[in-house]
């Protein structure tokens, strides 16, 4: 899985820009990084500072990953809910105005996601994603296919430091109050 990560990477690699890479702070992200970093690809890495991170991932960010460019939001979540309302689980702006969005038109982003995450996930993402609308380009998902064990199995090998969050027995991180999280 690997090595097909690997290949990946380097097969869909922008041969007139670098990647986008989008980087949260969380454990896949972690993976990817350190993949890219095996595969020798051309990457930029990006954190979407979305106001409402946990203080721990902001710190282990900045320490571990201070080439990430972290990236603030034009108006913050607090803004955005003046303007739209709480998001929930039907109405979820905030990934849109937070994160997804902020990437430069068009752009080749390399992402975390796996296809274990969520039913939804496996159905709408591939390892090589076209986003719509088309003009925001394309997205390479290099580790869709590996499952929460493969990603702590490649941290554990690789010797990776990790958000602290995790140790607190969180199996994702991400923003607070996600109203895409479990309890």
């Known amino acids: 899985k690997i090595q097909a990560a690997i290949r990946t990477l380097q097969y ?3 041969t007139d820009q670098p990647y ?3 980087f949260s702070g969380g454990k896949d992200s972690v993976a990817i990084k350190a993949l890219a970093a095996i595969a020798g690809v051309n990457i930029d ?3 979407h500072v979305t106001t409402i991170d946990p203080p721990e991932q902001v710190a ?3 320490r571990y990953h201070p080439d990430v460019i972290r990236t603030k939001p034009r108006r913050t979540f607090i803004d955005w809910i003046l303007s739209k309302g709480l998001p929930t689980r039907k109405t979820r702006w905030c990934c ?3 994160k997804e969005g902020v990437a430069p038109r068009p752009s080749r982003l390399v992402m975390g996601i796996r296809w274990a995450e969520s039913h ?3 159905r709408a993402w591939q390892t090589f994603t076209h986003l719509r609308p088309a003009t ?3 997205c390479v998902c290099p580790i869709a296919h590996w499952t929460h064990e493969d990603t702590w199995t490649f941290i554990e090998h690789q010797q990776l430091p990790y958000c602290s969050l995790y140790d607190a027995n969180y199996r994702r991180t991400g923003c607070i109050l ?3 999280a479990g309890a």
Do not use: A, N, V
């Open 20 to 22: 986008y890479g989008c």
């Open 60 to 62: 282990f960010i900045k």
């Open 178 to 180: 996600c109203p895409m």
């Open 45 to 47: 890495w990006h954190y």
């Open 12 to 14: 869909y690699q922008p």
């Open 120 to 122: 939804r996930r496996s």
């Open 136 to 138: 925001r380009g394309t």
């Open 96 to 98: 849109e105005k937070l």
